[in-house]
């Protein structure tokens, strides 16, 4: 079993492919994010049946990365890294030349869609697991900053260009993009060490009683978080003000530079206040500036209270990702974040559902004003239930101090 890390080299090279890795696919969910709506809509599906398309495509996400999890335990992550992009490749290509509503849904069964305009799914359970692996137990919480903030800047490039694609007329293109991204996920896991690999005979999944409360309070965090992914928002701009493809391309960007700035400083506030701290500290204003959006009088107000949530908003996911890998054994820990990605996934895709009935009956308000209270009510039971467990790199850094 791989319990250490005794050469730096392969270290830096693998974590250095991961990075990479996840900016391409990062890049291809942040233009996807925001022209997915327009582009089911071009194809005259209805508000309930792109909800109904988003809210396959996060519960099959979700699904995904249980059988990620397994299959990374069974037949290696390496390999299970390039299926799914192989699955990310297939999914663009429907998108890209289906017109069909049916043949549309297909593409959400892949679980590649990237609602969220992140590639929150089968990807992030192996290589979160990957990463607390080669990471030490007192660089963790920041190793998991930096990979959110590739993620965020890869979603920030992908927000530009396709602020600049010229809306439902070239989508299609930028879904053929899309497909050639997935194309080269799938091609660059087979460049990482076997240092990545956990030990084959070992459980994926261990006990599951001290999860479940933390996964029912991620459940609810979720399905707030589906009323409000990024597609939907996109949606829900363009029916309210008639905002365009730039002005959501543009305005997701920023959001995404101004969370990836918010990622450089997760890691260090962990550090210094820990992680279920951080989560509650950065994520419930957050919260309280989601129940303003529907009460903004224009689009400038909207998009300005939109900006100043992401400067918070996502603070909390990286230390998320580092405490549910801190409180399991190392070999657990692709089936630890399975296991409450899969709930907080599915609970999440009745987001989008409600969302567009809401939109369709013109109850435009209804999913913020949700979503922010599901959200507040989170960050209330994390901080009463977690303050005082600690997470394994934690109590590293305490008996670090106390030495």
């Known amino acids: 079993m791989i319990t250490a890390v005794t050469s730096r080299r392969p270290v830096h ?33 209805s508000a309930t049946e792109i909800g109904a398309g988003f809210a396959i495509g996060v519960a099959a996400a979700a699904l995904s ?6 299959a990374s335990g069974r037949f290696g992550r390496r390999r299970t890294l390039a299926a799914i992009g192989l699955l990310m490749a297939l999914c663009g290509l429907d998108l890209a030349v289906a017109t069909q509503p049916w043949l549309l ?35 963790r919480n920041r190793a998991f900053a930096r990979y959110s903030l590739t993620g965020a800047i890869g979603g920030a490039a ?12 070239r989508s299609a293109a930028f879904f053929v993009v899309f497909a050639l991204l997935g194309i080269a996920t799938a091609i660059l896991p087979f460049f990482l060490t076997s240092a990545v690999e956990s030990d084959a005979d070992a459980p994926v999944f261990g006990r599951i009683r001290p999860l479940v409360g933390l996964t029912a309070l991620f459940a609810l965090d979720s399905l707030g978080g589906g009323l409000v992914a990024n597609a939907v928002v996109a949606y829900w701009l363009q029916v309210r003000f008639g905002a365009t493809p730039l002005v959501i391309g543009v305005s997701f960007a920023i959001m995404s530079i101004v969370t990836a700035a918010s990622f450089l ?24 500036l989601l129940l303003l959006v529907p009460l903004a009088p224009s689009l400038g107000w909207t998009l300005g209270l ?25 070999n657990e820990r692709s089936g630890a974040l399975a296991i409450t990605g899969t709930l907080r996934g599915l ?57």
Do not use: C
């Not at 990365?65 to 397994?70: D, E, K, T, Y």
């Not at 297909?106 to 359970?125: E, K, Y």
């Not at 939109?306 to 054994?329: C, E, F, G, H, T």
């Open 65 to 70: 990365g249980l059988l990620a999890a397994i």
């Open 347 to 403: 609970v999440g895709s009745v987001g989008p559902l409600i969302t567009g009935l809401a939109i369709q009956s013109a109850s435009l308000g209804l999913p913020f004003f949700a979503a922010g209270t599901a959200k507040s009510l989170y960050d209330i039971g994390l901080y009463l239930g977690y303050r005082n467990r600690r997470g394994d790199d934690e109590t590293w850094q305490k008996a670090k101090v106390d030495d």
């Open 265 to 288: 400083l997760a890691g260090r506030l962990a550090d210094r206040i820990g992680l279920i701290n951080t989560m509650v500290a950065t994520h419930l204003p957050g919260n309280l």
């Open 158 to 169: 992908g927000g530009l260009a396709a602020g600049t694609s010229g809306g439902a007329a």
């Open 306 to 330: 939109l900006i100043a949530r992401s400067a918070v908003n996502s603070m909390d996911q990286p230390a998320r990702q580092a405490y549910v890998v801190s409180i399991v054994k190392p």
């Open 105 to 139: 849904m297909l593409a959400g069964l892949t679980g590649m869609m990237g609602i969220a305009g992140t590639d929150q799914g089968p990807f992030l359970v192996v290589e979160q697991a990957v990463l607390a692996q080669t990471a030490t137990a007192g660089g």
């Open 13 to 45: 090279r693998d974590i250095t492919i991961l990075m990479v890795t996840r900016l391409l696919r990062a890049s291809a969910f942040g233009f996807g994010g925001v022209l997915l709506a327009f582009h089911l809509r071009s194809r005259a599906l």
